[in-house]
Each structure stands twice: as C-alpha cells, then as structure tokens.
C-alpha cells in the first residue's frame, strides 16, 4: 500500500527530546523554543518569529493583534482550510470569500477589491500548494484601502513569491508544523511578525495575557495580567523534536522535490494528450513541493480514478469543501460575487501521495497506474 502521507521522521527527534528531559525544562520557551524560533527568524529574515500550539493558534493571535470585533469582515478564499475563517469567525467577524483562480488554486487577486466594503479589516491569502498567491497585487490592494494582511502559509514553508518568503509579506504570517505538512512536530505552528511594534503585543497575547516573556528577560521583576489573552506556546519536547526537522530542512525539501517533479515528468504525457490538468507554477514563485495533485475532467471521474487507485493500493485524497457551502460558512460567511471556479475546480482535484522518502519507484507506480485508467 502506497500511503498518502507518512509524517516525516528524519533522525536527531529523539537525541532533542533526551535533551530535553536531561534540562529538565519541559515548558514552552526554553533551549529548543529559542532554536527554531531564531531558524525561522534567520531563514525568512521576519522581525520576530513565535513558535505556536498550531497554524490555527497562530492565525487566532493575529485576530487578537488585529483587535477583530464582531461586525468586521475578511477576505479569504473558500477553498482553505477551516481554521483561516475560524481564526476571525471566532471574534464575531464575518467571513467574504472570493473566488479562486483556476490556474494556482489560490485567491483570484483581481477579485478582491469589489469585495472590500467600510467593514473590511484585512485580506487573509492562502498560499495553496506552498505556491504563493498573487502578493504585489494583494499587498497594494491593503495599502489602498489600508486593510491589513495576514498570511495563511500553513503549506508555506521554504517557498517564495519574487524572492521573499511566504509568511514575511503580509504584517503577520502563520506556518503549521502539523504531521500533514513538510516540517513537523506533531501540532504547532508558528507565528512571523513583520512589524517590530508587534512583537511586545504578541508575546503578551502568547503568554496568557501575561509579561512573562519581559519577566524572562529580566526586564520587569515580576509579572502580571496585561491583556487579554491565551496559551499558545508549545512544550519545549515538540519544539525539540521540531528542531531535528528544521535542521534537515533542505534535506526534506530536495527529496520532496524529487518525488514532485519525477511526477511532473511522468504525467506530462496526459496532460498534453488533455486527459489530466497539472499544477501551475507562476514564475514569480519558487514552491517547496507541498503538494502533488492532478485535476481529472469532472468529480465522477475522479471517483473512478480514487476507487481505481485504491484498487491498486495506492491511497489518493482530496480536500476542501468549499468554505461557503459548509454549514458553519453559510451562518458565518458570504461569497462575494459568483463562484465561477471554487466548486467546480475543487471537485476535479486530486492529491497524489507525497512525503519524504516516497522514492522515485512509488512515484513511478502511482504515474504508471493513472496512465493506465487513462488509456
Ligand atoms: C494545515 C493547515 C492549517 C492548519 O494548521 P494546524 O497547524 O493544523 O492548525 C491552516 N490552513 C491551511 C491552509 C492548512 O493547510
């Protein structure tokens, strides 16, 4: 059986967690914490970087630093993920959703604008596929109308859009560590703040409300309740074991981006003959092959091809109700304008098994058997 996802273990996990048990410093904010933290900070060249219990815990402290209310809306694609609604859903705002654009998946940039009204506080993309979004475009658009932007960039980790890393564009970026993503520690995530006038804010929100990042610094001599506020820091044994990941990064992202393009190279022949569509890189954007998919003709024949697939032990996935059309998104949410694309492209996307250490004779066995329901 060919998985769709194994979460990656790349050696060096269990000597951190020793590590940390010997420190005997098992809360958040120690040795391990401050390490992947200042990996992140020196990888992406963010002003500050907070390590988090998840993505959707580091998308809420960006709604908490936005001081969301209830009555705001955000702009956001329907095709995501739930936490990048849920994160301001839960502080009363509503959720506008726009359509995607056909070619990436991701937001259409072009149609953000007529969804913008006096209640609007900022434009939440979604780097789908660790492919960016349309940023120049985006990032202007908040300048215009001065709404603020907060990178859903979950899939986002070692991509870029013109050079820059995803995370680092908008005023707050939020990476997952989840098992499902390229760089794991189980759940967490992370937060990248761009503007340093954040970062005191952020660490208050973190912490409980409380200063005890300053407390730890030494800067106060005791601390107290500040703000209102949460828990969002992880335990110093994820963090470590996150560390053993960060540290062979590379490593993970050249082997996935093997496997990504041997797939690539492989399907090429189905998409010229108009059978299958591939994914779409701009040239803009250097992705980290999060993600390998595949889009059939329409939603009964990528039936066939999962039922098909599975036959042959080969485990395919697709994901993504569209936000608008879930219970919760019908209550919290509208679309503006028509959805031309979300529906119909979500229903033909198919994800391909992919993870470190696929290996190029997996790829070539899943290629093999989506050639042959094709011909
Ligand atoms: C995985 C993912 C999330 C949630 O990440 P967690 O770390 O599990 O909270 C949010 N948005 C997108 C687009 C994702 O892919």
């Known amino acids: 059986m060919i998985s769709f996802n194994v979460p990656p273990v790349v050696g060096g996990e269990k000597e951190n967690i020793a590590d940390v048990l010997q420190l005997r410093k098992i809360s958040g904010d120690g040795k391990y914490t401050k390490l992947c933290s200042e990996w992140i900070e020196k990888k992406t060249g963010t002003a500050r970087t907070l390590l988090t219990t998840s993505c959707t815990h580091a998308t809420e402290m960006a709604a908490l630093l ?5 009555g705001d809306e955000i702009i956001l694609p329907s095709y995501t993920f739930v936490s990048t609604a849920n994160a301001f859903v839960l502080r009363g705002a509503t959720a506008v959703f726009v359509d995607i654009r056909p070619d990436t998946m991701n937001m259409d940039e072009t149609l953000i604008e007529e969804a913008i009204t006096p209640k609007t506080k900022a434009i939440v993309p979604v780097h789908y596929a660790g492919v960016s979004c349309e940023m120049d475009t985006i990032m202007n658009i908040a ?8 990178e859903d960039a979950a899939q986002g980790i070692m991509s870029t859009y013109k050079g820059r890393p995803l995370g680092t ?3 707050f970026g939020c990476y997952s560590f989840h098992e499902t993503k390229n760089i794991s520690m189980g759940e967490g995530g992370a937060l990248l703040i761009k503007n340093t006038a954040d970062i005191g804010q952020a660490e208050i929100i973190r912490e409980k409300g409380t200063n005890r990042s300053r407390f730890f610094r030494g800067e106060i001599d005791k601390y107290t309740w500040v703000a209102p506020g949460s828990s969002y820091l992880p335990s110093e044994l994820n963090a470590a074991f996150l560390y053993a990941q960060l540290c062979k990064a590379q490593e993970i992202y050249d082997d996935r981006m093997k496997s990504w393009n041997l797939y690539y190279e492989l399907l090429k022949p189905l998409q010229q ?4 569509e591939l994914p779409f ?11 390998f998919y595949i889009k059939t003709k329409d939603i009964a024949q990528r039936t066939a091809l999962i039922t098909y697939l599975k036959k042959h032990e080969i485990s395919t996935v697709f994901h993504y109700v569209p936000l608008h059309t879930a219970p919760a998104g019908e209550k919290c949410g509208r679309f503006s304008g028509e959805d031309k694309y979300t529906t119909k492209e979500s229903e033909r996307l198919l994800r391909l098994p992919m993870y470190y250490g696929l290996g190029d004779s997996n790829v070539e066995k899943v290629a093999e058997c989506i050639k042959a329901f094709y011909c």
């Open 66 to 70: 936005l001081d969301i209310q209830p």
């Open 143 to 150: 300048d215009k109308y001065n709404l603020k932007v907060v």
């Open 169 to 171: 564009i908008g005023d």
């Open 273 to 276: 003959d108009g059978k299958i």
């Open 281 to 291: 890189i701009p040239q803009e954007c250097v992705h980290n092959a999060h993600m």
